[in-house]
């Protein structure tokens, strides 16, 4: 069973840089598409984007030019970066595998974290 | 950008009744390329069903997704004490992908 572990800096100042990693365990690193995924508090799941294992990306339009998702296969982990932040990058951030098999969906998640923007 | 309209935003239900969550979107969904997720406070999403349908291993039959084209609906049948949560639907017919506003269930 894969297991997604995220970490990063929790706490940033408005125009600071939010980088956060997650790490496969137990799974396939190869077979996949890896996301991101945000909530502000108390509101809706907004998609980041994605990187495929070919190190091809795609962003959500809102997003892009501020975003970077990198990977490293050999450590089994993929990363963001988002840049510029404001109050308004506040919120719940996860990591989740995407499948692709015949549909679409987001199998497996990590545990999310959280990240505060103030001054 | 294929929007993602859910309804109710919220969901006040007894121990045992049969709730029904829609998601329509703003174009045809191929394939029913489109997934639901539960999502308790403070928690991540747990993928439910996907292919509009498909039951998730080990998520209870209680739960059930049926819907073509642009409407969708998840219901949950003998609703448990357990299911207090927030449901997303996730569109995955072409990027960006979307999701819904959210249902939040209460009892």
């Known amino acids: 069973q894969v297991q997604l572990r995220q970490w990063g800096a929790g706490l940033l100042k408005p125009l600071e840089t939010l980088s956060l990693t997650c790490g496969v365990s137990d799974g396939s690193f190869s077979a996949y598409y890896w996301n991101w995924i945000r909530q502000p508090p108390g509101r809706g799941l907004e998609w980041i984007g994605e990187?495929?294992?070919?190190?091809?990306?795609i962003f959500s339009p809102s997003l892009r030019g501020r975003v970077t998702l990198s990977l490293d296969k050999a450590k089994k982990q993929f990363s963001l970066n988002l840049t510029s932040v404001t109050a308004a990058d506040t919120g719940l951030y996860f990591c989740?595998?995407?499948?692709?098999?015949?549909?679409?969906?987001?199998?497996?998640w990590g545990q999310g974290t959280l990240v505060t923007v103030s001054s | 950008d294929i929007q993602v309209t859910q309804f109710p935003s919220t969901l006040s239900a007894s121990v045992g009744d049969t709730v029904t969550i829609t998601c329509r979107a703003s174009?045809?969904?191929?394939?029913?390329?489109l997934a639901w997720y539960q999502q308790k406070a403070g928690r991540a999403p747990k993928l439910l069903i996907y292919q509009a349908s498909t039951l998730e291993n080990g998520v209870p039959p209680r739960f059930s997704g049926s819907g073509s084209g642009t409407e969708f609906t998840l219901s949950i049948t003998s609703l448990q004490p357990d299911d207090v949560a927030t449901y997303y639907c996730?569109?995955?017919?072409?990027?960006?992908?979307?999701f819904g506003q959210g249902t939040k269930v209460e009892i």
């Open positions: 996730q569109q995955f017919t072409s990027y960006p992908w979307t």
């Open positions: 990187i495929r294992h070919s190190g091809s990306t």
């Open positions: 174009q045809g969904i191929i394939n029913g390329w």
């Open positions: 989740a595998r995407a499948v692709y098999d015949g549909s679409g969906s987001l199998d497996s």
